[in-house]
């Protein structure tokens, strides 16, 4: 028997902020707020999908350097830089880590300044 990720927790500021930005780029919807933590996930599927939710949980504390775990992230009805575009107008902005020209994907920040990265090759939606 194996294990599966049923949730990704992720600290900030502002939970409802993020909650708005990763709904939009993942096609999810709040599920719910439970404490001061807010739930985004599939509209369809919810917990225990086959995709993970997400919960967003409110700190007061400081960031302090890189994030050991990022998001990568694919377009499912788009090619990459029609994607791009989407993500930079829902707020993404683009983040420098030493990446060259020649890489094949775009390293991002969320509104919070959380990496992420845009991957070049579109998949199926879920």
């Not at 939009?24 to 599920?31: F, H, K």
């Not at 830089?81 to 983040?95: C, D, I, Q, V, Y």
Request: glycine share 8%.
């Amino acid at each position: 028997m194996a294990c599966r990720i049923s949730e990704l927790v992720i600290d900030c500021v502002d939970p409802q902020r993020l909650a708005t930005f990763w709904c939009e780029v993942l096609g999810y919807v709040e599920l719910g707020w439970e404490d001061d933590a807010l739930e985004i996930g599939p509209a369809e599927a919810g917990f225990g999908g086959p995709q993970p939710t997400i919960i967003l949980s409110p700190t007061a504390d400081p960031r302090h350097g890189k994030l050991r775990l990022h998001f990568d992230v694919n377009p499912t009805d788009r090619d990459q830089e029609a994607e791009l575009e989407r993500l930079l107008a829902l707020g993404a902005r683009p983040a420098d880590i030493g990446q060259s020209d020649e890489d094949n994907w775009h390293v991002l920040l969320d509104p919070e300044g959380n990496e992420f990265c845009l991957l070049r090759r579109t998949l199926d939606p879920v």
